[in-house]
């Protein structure tokens, strides 16, 4: 079945230590997002590739950067993460930019220490 | 700009009795209605969508909506839940004014007594 992909599932990191959330799609989708969403709230977006074209969101921090080397892959990277960066990071996808349905995956919850 | 209201932050309902979530969203000026549901440490899956044409859309899991343009409002409805319905509801709009980047509302958590 096509499916949006993240691992890990579950990760667990120190307060400073960088960390990488990885996304995989096997629908040949142009269009990767990364959302956070904290407890009882809506997701929020940090940003998405349209192909190689990155765009972030205005109040995205600097703290979080994402990658995308390939379709099929795309990377966030929390470079020094802080206790308020612990949420869930939910990846998903979308044919193009028309009306948009998004595709997700199961989301990785990340816990800061 | 484009936004979302889900009125209501938590339904408690009886296990088989209907149910209805609301979603208002501010401009009416072609819309894409989604609703999608997240069920514990899960992502979200979609539940139905609204792009155009019959203003009723049925979805997965016996779920259906109406979109009311008149009214700005895409509600969901079930005619009688389950206990596996349990898992919180957000309804999504897209148009051309926000790029067709999802607006999302505060969701809704659906609880269902036994």
């Known amino acids: 079945d096509a499916m949006v992909i993240q691992n890990p599932r579950y990760q667990v990191t120190q307060f400073g230590k960088p960390v990488t959330l990885s996304c995989s799609q096997t629908?040949?989708?142009?269009?990767m997002y990364w959302y956070q969403q904290k407890s009882s709230q809506a997701p929020k977006l940090l940003f998405h590739y349209y192909d190689k074209d990155f765009n972030n969101e205005a109040d995205t921090p600097d703290n979080f950067q994402s990658r995308r080397p390939n379709t099929s892959f795309c990377f966030l990277d929390i470079r020094s993460p802080g206790l308020g960066d612990a949420a869930m990071y939910l990846c998903?996808?979308?044919?193009?930019?028309?009306?948009?349905?998004?595709?997700f995956g199961p989301g990785t919850r990340l816990t800061v220490l | 700009a484009q936004s979302v209201t889900q009125l209501d932050s938590q339904v408690p309902v009886f296990e088989e009795a209907p149910v209805e979530l609301r979603c208002n969203y501010s401009?009416?000026?072609?819309?894409?209605l989604f609703w999608y549901v997240q069920y514990p440490n899960q992502g979200l899956q979609l539940l139905l969508k609204y792009l155009s044409g019959s203003t009723l859309v049925k979805g997965i899991n016996g779920f259906e909506a109406e979109f009311n343009k008149s009214q700005t409002s895409f509600h969901l409805r079930k005619p009688s839940v389950h206990i596996s319905d349990t898992a919180e509801y957000f309804c999504a709009v897209s148009d051309k004014d926000s790029n067709y980047q999802l607006i999302w509302g505060a969701g809704t958590k659906l609880i269902i007594k036994p």
């Open positions: 998903a996808t979308s044919r193009g930019r028309d009306y948009n349905e998004q595709f």
């Open positions: 629908l040949n989708h142009n269009v």
């Open positions: 401009s009416s000026v072609s819309v894409y």
